[in-house]
């Protein structure tokens, strides 16, 4: 699926993000190896862009389902969709934590601190101002005296989205 301009926005302030919050680990890591406090070398490299390919697999898979979702009427089946994204990402992430920690190929802090970047990155833009969620409603219903019965169409984190 195609991402749209707006979704497809999002994603590569992210992807800036996480690759910078990379490149800032790696150079923590470097400069602590020239002091003898943490290994330098292929496996903290190897980690830190696969950890950083799994986090931007994890929020394209955000972007890809949000999408989705706001075409689809039924909310028990947005409901159904959301859960079952949400848990198919949590066990990638799972995934690729244990073989960050099992395989000698990467360094298991270098492989698990970037799942954190693209929420890092969040953060920043909140703080500094340069992103706002914008809000998503749909149409209301007949009952539109009722302030209860409009619902966004964006599930809320109570509903099974990322906490």
């Not at 602590?32 to 929020?59: E, K, M, W």
């Not at 075409?71 to 066990?91: C, F, Q, T, V, W």
């Amino acid at each position: 699926m195609k991402l749209r301009p707006e979704s497809k926005k999002e994603f590569v302030r992210i992807a800036g993000g996480t690759s910078l919050c990379c490149a800032a680990m790696w150079v923590i890591f470097a400069a602590l190896h020239l002091v003898n406090l943490a290994p330098f070398g292929a496996p903290v490299l190897l980690g830190g862009a696969v950890g950083s390919a799994v986090a931007l697999a994890n929020f394209y898979g955000i972007c890809i389902m949000v999408q989705e979702l706001l075409d689809e009427p039924d909310e028990a089946r947005r409901k159904m969709i959301l859960r079952i994204s949400y848990n198919s990402r949590l066990l990638l992430q799972a995934v690729w934590v244990i073989v960050a920690i099992a395989a000698p190929w990467f360094h298991f802090l270098a492989g698990t601190l970037p799942l954190l970047f693209p929420r890092i990155t969040i953060y920043y833009l909140q703080i500094t101002g340069r992103y706002t969620p914008a809000s998503y409603h749909r149409e209301p219903e007949e009952n539109a005296d009722d302030p209860e019965e409009e619902t966004s169409a964006l599930p809320g984190p109570d509903e099974g989205g990322e906490h």
